[in-house]
């Protein structure tokens, strides 16, 4: 007997060593003498501060709960963000930018001037202008220009910020849209509502932090990394919810199986992962326990807010809700319910805005319509609704693509295309923002004649992002995570808070 | 000659030591000889030593006021003094020798000779360090609080004063650039400093330049020095202001570039030099429009927090710039009037109090104005009538409340009339008429009754 528990032991001893590799001895190493270190370091710059203890990160509290909140660094603006993304890239020169130059232009030849240097997605030698097919006017007390493919839309105008002339450097779908949610055109980076939620953890803990809701019959180019969390840990990625039927799968407990039971069988897999984690400290763990925590929560929660039948009929009239269906409509009215529910993050994807003309889904002056008419509505709605709750006040709504389109007609291939589409355009696209924080009825940006470039008030996308950390209360230049030996940010090395738009 | 004056006079600050030296060394023998009275004949030669150097550096000190170019009024109390000081060695050394010319030193007691002594040599040298150091040398390190206590002007901030009205008929120079580079740049470029033989306090210092040249080239920001040093990175050695010194803001630095591309005009208001206002909008005041009252506030103790998180109430600070705690229910609907009382130990520090969805009713509002810093109240979904809402009158600060889906009753609206603060009510489904008024206190506060609707329009069902 006492043989085998001596094996038992020795074999026991033999794989903890395994598993201490000469890494982690190095690492630990590292981390305890660099904390030292460290700590020395800070006692001398402030003797009233208390030393950073680094090696102690991978061990707080916040870990076994980490989306327990915390409070922003500065006086926050909004508590949550809405953040509407059109997959695809929609066309300002139909629905905001409006270029009665275009217009006269119309079926002339681009200028080379324009063309020198640039790269466009489909465009081959030279295309000739389009002029804009939507009718525009100024509406509201701000005057700001909308044109008739939203008419809902021109009801809310006067709460929302224009900004006209914001620009990427990315002009295919895929890394754009990277770069527009997570601050750099490749992967590995984590997205906005990734860092939103790590930065403050989110109120309701039976539901998720940051919620991903997508329509229009396909996923972002991207993939799911638009909603990823990079480097950060996983525990803080966006969790999709599934737009028709059943938000999440398996909701319901099967026969046989009680709450209770459910309930004793994640307690025991979850001290089985603690232990574990005790062991080795890998931070997937970590995650591991708190989504099977987060999963037997929201099996309670989930059905309640994600309900939307259970909504009064003028509300759904008004968002004009499908049911059953996955649409946009649908998943404004669940972005609101989830935001009064104290979500932190929702994402919205809709998927269908590339009007390239050469489909007819595909077209700035029919496909595009539609969209618009799928889109225009909810958002509206989604304001409203907001407004008249007292939730506007302290959420941020951000609308946009991954880029705007040309003024050129897109002529792939050199030929003229069956319908009326524009290609990729990045050196100037419209993107507004509404709610909390928000200047209400400003335009900050102007493109040129044609709408070709911004001529004033440019902004970046790390200007965006700049901007919406700034309305959760930080500083884009303070908030940064260690990651292979350099702190990140989201903004990287730019951006500046666009304060035109600010109140 | 000139040249020997010149050298001989730059030996000053060397030879100056000499006699400080010899007085010090007297001073310290006569200290340390006044029981054993052993030292007699030493004490004199000393002092006799000190007159003589002190001569020297009397000759030198005055050699480099010549040959330096100081003002008189600059040097008037350290020649002076020096001179005194010189003269004092030869008395200290006549007195101690015995040697009688006059009654009068007969009279006066040795001790009080050499107080006077120390009292004078410590002043010469003090004088003529802050002329060569600069006269807040040793004041500079001190904090701000100690320099003004001790009676020193400490460095004036200017500052920029811009709001929405006045901006355009500020005078961009006078108003704005003078005070950035007063704030971030006249500290060491000043006419006592004059770091790198610049000056930046006046137009003449600005047009001048510095020992490299001119730092303004006009109309050209890039080019010109005051601008891109300011923009190089903080390592590289050229960078100004210094590392360790205040920095200037990308705000201001842009300023200052759009100054100099405006032709840096002295001259002239913001408006006729043309530049746009969003350069200036960061010196603009900043108003204060957050979910907590505009003061500081003792932080809660942490164990009351915890004891009140234990029932399932969320609390967090609002920011980590504040100590004001905003308090949610959304984790425990089951909250009553009777669980409110847990609240009290941070009640000063409740600023944002979220009570949605719980059970609370009209007695709640009694309990609430117990929390006199509360600014959001968010009573939505519960079966509050109003009833006793005239309670929170008191509350000062108080800037939004939310009843949304309760069962306001419009017999309490008029209660909100005076509420100091008030500035938004939400009444979305509550049993007041949405058509009845919609602004209280004279504009105030805006009343929100919701129910907006989108009526269906053709273009609705147009599919293309």
Not at chain 1, 31 to 41: D, K, R, T
Not at chain 2, 8 to 21: N, S
Not at chain 2, 86 to 108: C, D, H, P, S, W
Not at chain 2, 404 to 433: P, R
């Given at each position: 007997m006492e043989d085998i528990i001596k094996r038992l032991l020795k074999e026991q001893l033999a794989r903890e060593a395994q598993a201490k590799t000469r890494r982690h001895f190095i690492k630990n190493c590292a981390q305890g003498i660099g904390g030292l270190a460290l700590s020395s370091i800070f006692m001398g710059c402030d003797p009233l501060g208390k030393p950073v203890k680094k090696s102690q990160v991978a061990f707080s509290e916040r870990d076994l709960n980490p989306l327990a909140t915390l409070a922003p660094p500065f006086s926050p603006k909004v508590k949550s963000v809405i953040y509407l993304h059109m997959a695809g890239a929609p066309s300002q020169l139909e629905m905001f930018d409006y270029k009665p130059a275009l217009h006269k232009l119309d079926g002339q030849d681009c200028p080379q001037s324009l063309l020198e240097g640039k790269k466009f997605a489909f465009i081959k030698g030279t295309p000739k202008l389009l002029g804009p097919q939507a009718e525009f006017a100024q509406e509201g007390e701000s005057g700001n220009w909308v044109s008739n493919f939203l008419p809902h839309f021109k009801k809310v105008i006067d709460e929302v910020a224009f900004l006209k002339a914001v620009n990427t450097d990315q002009f295919n779908h895929g890394p754009a849209q990277l770069f527009m949610h997570t601050g750099s055109a490749r992967l590995g980076r984590p997205s906005i509502g990734s860092w939103a939620t790590y930065g403050l953890g989110s109120e309701n803990q039976n539901l998720p932090g940051f919620v991903v809701l997508t329509s229009g019959g396909n996923a972002p180019d991207a993939g799911k990394s638009v909603w990823g969390s990079g480097f950060l840990p996983s525990v803080y990625q966006g969790v999709q919810c599934r737009s028709k039927g059943d938000p999440v799968l398996y909701i319901e407990d099967p026969d046989g199986v009680t709450r209770d039971l459910k309930k004793s069988t994640i307690d025991a897999i979850n001290t089985i992962n603690k232990e574990e984690y005790a062991k080795y400290a890998d931070p997937e763990i970590l995650a591991r326990i708190n989504q099977y925590e987060m999963a037997y929560r929201m099996q309670i929660a989930v059905p309640e807010v994600m309900n939307i039948n259970n909504e009064p009929e003028n509300i759904k009239e008004m968002y004009g809700v499908e049911a059953g269906k996955e649409s946009f409509a649908n998943n404004c009215l669940l972005a609101r319910k989830l935001v009064e529910d104290g979500v932190r993050f929702v994402q919205l994807f809709d998927w269908g805005w590339d009007t390239h003309g050469n489909i007819r889904e595909g077209s700035v002056d029919l496909g595009l319509r539609n969209k618009c008419r799928e889109i225009d509505r909810p958002i509206a709605a989604l304001i409203l609704d907001l407004k008249q709750r007292g939730l506007l006040d302290e959420t941020l709504i951000v609308w946009g693509g991954e880029f705007g389109r040309t003024p050129m007609q897109e002529n792939r291939g050199n030929k003229k295309m069956e319908f009326l589409g524009r290609d990729h355009h990045g050196d100037a696209f419209t993107m507004w923002m509404a709610g909390g924080g928000i200047k209400k009825g400003a335009s900050h940006g102007k493109t040129d004649d044609i709408g070709f470039s911004g001529i004033e008030g440019r902004v970046s996308v790390h200007d965006v992002h700049a901007t919406i950390l700034h309305l959760l209360g930080f500083d884009h230049e303070q908030f940064t995570y260690e990651f292979q030996g350099r702190n990140f940010r989201l903004t990287d090395v730019e951006g500046e808070i666009i304060k035109e738009i600010l109140a | 000659m000139d040249v020997l004056k010149q050298l001989l006079g730059r030996l000053h600050p060397l030879i100056v030591h000499l006699p400080i030296g010899f007085i010090v060394l007297g001073l310290l023998l006569q200290w340390y000889d006044r029981k054993r009275m052993e030292y007699g004949k030493v004490i004199p030669l000393v002092y006799l030593w000190a007159g003589v150097s002190a001569v020297l550096a009397c000759i030198t000190g005055y050699l480099q006021y010549l040959g330096e170019g100081y003002a008189f009024d600059t040097v008037k109390f350290h020649l002076w003094s020096g001179i005194a000081t010189a003269l004092f060695a030869f008395v200290m050394y006549a007195k101690l020798k015995g040697?009688?010319?006059?009654n009068l030193l007969e009279k006066v007691p040795i001790t009080g000779l050499s107080g006077l002594f120390l009292i004078l040599i410590s002043f010469t040298g003090h004088q003529g360090g802050n002329i060569t150091h600069g006269e807040d040398y040793l004041v500079e390190p001190l904090p701000n609080s100690i320099k003004s206590a001790l009676g020193f002007q400490t460095f004036e901030e200017k500052e920029i004063a811009l709001n929405d009205e006045n901006w355009e008929d500020a005078e961009l120079y006078e108003d704005v650039i003078k005070a950035i580079l007063n704030n971030k740049c006249v500290s060491c470029h000043n006419p006592k400093k004059i770091k790198g033989e610049l000056l930046l306090h006046s137009e003449e210092g600005i047009i001048k330049g510095g020992e490299n040249g001119e730092v303004i080239i006009a109309n050209n920001a890039s080019e010109s020095e005051l601008f891109s040093r300011m923009n190089?990175?903080?390592?590289?050695?050229?960078?100004?202001?210094?590392?360790g010194k205040t920095q200037p803001s990308k705000e201001e630095i842009k300023l200052i570039g759009a100054w100099i591309d405006a032709g840096h005009p002295f001259k002239g208001t913001i408006q006729e030099i043309g530049l746009k206002k969003d350069l200036f909008l960061s010196f603009f005041p900043k108003k204060h429009d957050f979910d907590y009252p505009d003061f500081e506030i003792t932080a809660a103790s942490q164990d009351s927090i915890k004891i009140i998180e234990e029932t399932g109430v969320h609390i967090d600070?609002?920011?980590?710039?504040?100590n004001f705690l905003s308090v949610s229910c959304i984790n425990k609907?089951?909250?009553?009037?009777?669980?409110?009382?847990?609240?009290?130990?941070?009640g000063q520090q409740i600023a944002r109090l979220d009570l949605g969805g719980t059970q609370v009713t009209d007695a709640i509002f009694e309990k609430l104005a117990m929390l006199p810093n509360l600014t959001i109240l968010k009573l939505d979904n519960?079966?509050?009538?109003?009833?006793?809402?005239?309670?929170?009158?008191?509350?000062?600060?108080?800037?939004s409340i939310n009843l949304t889906d309760s069962q306001f009753e419009q017999s309490h609206l008029q209660s909100l009339e005076n509420f100091k603060s008030l500035q938004s009510v939400y009444l979305y489904k509550t049993k007041v008429d949405s058509k009845g008024v919609q602004t209280l206190n004279e504009g105030q506060i805006i009343i929100d009754y919701g129910s907006y609707e989108l009526p269906i329009i053709p273009s609705d069902s147009i599919i293309y």
């Amino acid at each position: 007997m006492e043989d085998i528990i001596k094996r038992l032991l020795k074999e026991q001893l033999a794989r903890e060593a395994q598993a201490k590799t000469r890494r982690h001895f190095i690492k630990n190493c590292a981390q305890g003498i660099g904390g030292l270190a460290l700590s020395s370091i800070f006692m001398g710059c402030d003797p009233l501060g208390k030393p950073v203890k680094k090696s102690q990160v991978a061990f707080s509290e916040r870990d076994l709960n980490p989306l327990a909140t915390l409070a922003p660094p500065f006086s926050p603006k909004v508590k949550s963000v809405i953040y509407l993304h059109m997959a695809g890239a929609p066309s300002q020169l139909e629905m905001f930018d409006y270029k009665p130059a275009l217009h006269k232009l119309d079926g002339q030849d681009c200028p080379q001037s324009l063309l020198e240097g640039k790269k466009f997605a489909f465009i081959k030698g030279t295309p000739k202008l389009l002029g804009p097919q939507a009718e525009f006017a100024q509406e509201g007390e701000s005057g700001n220009w909308v044109s008739n493919f939203l008419p809902h839309f021109k009801k809310v105008i006067d709460e929302v910020a224009f900004l006209k002339a914001v620009n990427t450097d990315q002009f295919n779908h895929g890394p754009a849209q990277l770069f527009m949610h997570t601050g750099s055109a490749r992967l590995g980076r984590p997205s906005i509502g990734s860092w939103a939620t790590y930065g403050l953890g989110s109120e309701n803990q039976n539901l998720p932090g940051f919620v991903v809701l997508t329509s229009g019959g396909n996923a972002p180019d991207a993939g799911k990394s638009v909603w990823g969390s990079g480097f950060l840990p996983s525990v803080y990625q966006g969790v999709q919810c599934r737009s028709k039927g059943d938000p999440v799968l398996y909701i319901e407990d099967p026969d046989g199986v009680t709450r209770d039971l459910k309930k004793s069988t994640i307690d025991a897999i979850n001290t089985i992962n603690k232990e574990e984690y005790a062991k080795y400290a890998d931070p997937e763990i970590l995650a591991r326990i708190n989504q099977y925590e987060m999963a037997y929560r929201m099996q309670i929660a989930v059905p309640e807010v994600m309900n939307i039948n259970n909504e009064p009929e003028n509300i759904k009239e008004m968002y004009g809700v499908e049911a059953g269906k996955e649409s946009f409509a649908n998943n404004c009215l669940l972005a609101r319910k989830l935001v009064e529910d104290g979500v932190r993050f929702v994402q919205l994807f809709d998927w269908g805005w590339d009007t390239h003309g050469n489909i007819r889904e595909g077209s700035v002056d029919l496909g595009l319509r539609n969209k618009c008419r799928e889109i225009d509505r909810p958002i509206a709605a989604l304001i409203l609704d907001l407004k008249q709750r007292g939730l506007l006040d302290e959420t941020l709504i951000v609308w946009g693509g991954e880029f705007g389109r040309t003024p050129m007609q897109e002529n792939r291939g050199n030929k003229k295309m069956e319908f009326l589409g524009r290609d990729h355009h990045g050196d100037a696209f419209t993107m507004w923002m509404a709610g909390g924080g928000i200047k209400k009825g400003a335009s900050h940006g102007k493109t040129d004649d044609i709408g070709f470039s911004g001529i004033e008030g440019r902004v970046s996308v790390h200007d965006v992002h700049a901007t919406i950390l700034h309305l959760l209360g930080f500083d884009h230049e303070q908030f940064t995570y260690e990651f292979q030996g350099r702190n990140f940010r989201l903004t990287d090395v730019e951006g500046e808070i666009i304060k035109e738009i600010l109140a | 000659m000139d040249v020997l004056k010149q050298l001989l006079g730059r030996l000053h600050p060397l030879i100056v030591h000499l006699p400080i030296g010899f007085i010090v060394l007297g001073l310290l023998l006569q200290w340390y000889d006044r029981k054993r009275m052993e030292y007699g004949k030493v004490i004199p030669l000393v002092y006799l030593w000190a007159g003589v150097s002190a001569v020297l550096a009397c000759i030198t000190g005055y050699l480099q006021y010549l040959g330096e170019g100081y003002a008189f009024d600059t040097v008037k109390f350290h020649l002076w003094s020096g001179i005194a000081t010189a003269l004092f060695a030869f008395v200290m050394y006549a007195k101690l020798k015995g040697i009688k010319a006059t009654n009068l030193l007969e009279k006066v007691p040795i001790t009080g000779l050499s107080g006077l002594f120390l009292i004078l040599i410590s002043f010469t040298g003090h004088q003529g360090g802050n002329i060569t150091h600069g006269e807040d040398y040793l004041v500079e390190p001190l904090p701000n609080s100690i320099k003004s206590a001790l009676g020193f002007q400490t460095f004036e901030e200017k500052e920029i004063a811009l709001n929405d009205e006045n901006w355009e008929d500020a005078e961009l120079y006078e108003d704005v650039i003078k005070a950035i580079l007063n704030n971030k740049c006249v500290s060491c470029h000043n006419p006592k400093k004059i770091k790198g033989e610049l000056l930046l306090h006046s137009e003449e210092g600005i047009i001048k330049g510095g020992e490299n040249g001119e730092v303004i080239i006009a109309n050209n920001a890039s080019e010109s020095e005051l601008f891109s040093r300011m923009n190089l990175p903080m390592e590289d050695d050229d960078h100004m202001p210094p590392e360790g010194k205040t920095q200037p803001s990308k705000e201001e630095i842009k300023l200052i570039g759009a100054w100099i591309d405006a032709g840096h005009p002295f001259k002239g208001t913001i408006q006729e030099i043309g530049l746009k206002k969003d350069l200036f909008l960061s010196f603009f005041p900043k108003k204060h429009d957050f979910d907590y009252p505009d003061f500081e506030i003792t932080a809660a103790s942490q164990d009351s927090i915890k004891i009140i998180e234990e029932t399932g109430v969320h609390i967090d600070l609002i920011s980590k710039s504040s100590n004001f705690l905003s308090v949610s229910c959304i984790n425990k609907p089951a909250f009553s009037d009777s669980d409110f009382e847990s609240l009290l130990p941070v009640g000063q520090q409740i600023a944002r109090l979220d009570l949605g969805g719980t059970q609370v009713t009209d007695a709640i509002f009694e309990k609430l104005a117990m929390l006199p810093n509360l600014t959001i109240l968010k009573l939505d979904n519960t079966s509050v009538t109003g009833k006793n809402i005239e309670s929170l009158k008191s509350l000062e600060h108080l800037k939004s409340i939310n009843l949304t889906d309760s069962q306001f009753e419009q017999s309490h609206l008029q209660s909100l009339e005076n509420f100091k603060s008030l500035q938004s009510v939400y009444l979305y489904k509550t049993k007041v008429d949405s058509k009845g008024v919609q602004t209280l206190n004279e504009g105030q506060i805006i009343i929100d009754y919701g129910s907006y609707e989108l009526p269906i329009i053709p273009s609705d069902s147009i599919i293309y």
